[in-house]
């Protein structure tokens, strides 16, 4: 797969519903929400990968990072990435299925332990793993 005109931007609130299709498509219950910042790859017009930055419960959030599977392994991903580090301006939490800490080690996040994380991330990932997935919690300083 040729990525080199894959367009990687900043989204705005018209990519929302092609986002949230994406999103059904790929059985990613997260949703978008209106508050949410949007790193979009996009070829040819057809939107091929997406992360969001959202804010809960006072914490900042890498979510919902997805990349269409023809796409994967051709740095789209990592494009998304460094677009999305340039977006934050304090610490950043997130639970990346385990097999991508190395992955989002490249901007900084670290991994953490359970007691470390906020409450609500903790049961988050043990709601994932009673799902049968390998996840991880992580964070990146401010």
């Known amino acids: 797969m040729r990525t080199d005109d894959v367009v990687v931007r900043l989204g705005s609130t018209g990519d929302f519903p092609g986002v949230a ?6 059985g990613y219950r997260g949703g978008v929400q209106p508050q949410d910042r949007l790193i979009i790859a996009e ?19 890498l979510r919902g990072m997805r990349v269409q599977p023809p796409y994967q392994r051709s740095g789209v991903g990592t494009r998304m ?10 610490e950043c939490l997130c639970v990346p299925f385990a097999h991508l800490l190395g992955f989002y080690g490249q901007i900084g996040f670290r991994e953490i332990s359970r007691d470390e994380a906020p409450q609500f991330l ?11 997935h390998r996840v991880a919690i992580m964070r990146r300083p401010g």
């Open 122 to 132: 903790a049961d988050r990932a043990r709601s994932y793993e009673a799902e049968g």
């Open 81 to 90: 990435l460094r677009l999305f580090e340039q977006q934050l301006s304090d």
């Open 43 to 61: 070829h040819d017009g057809q939107i091929v990968g997406v992360v969001r930055l959202t804010r809960e419960q006072g914490h900042t959030m």
């Open 21 to 26: 299709e994406l999103y059904r498509e790929w």
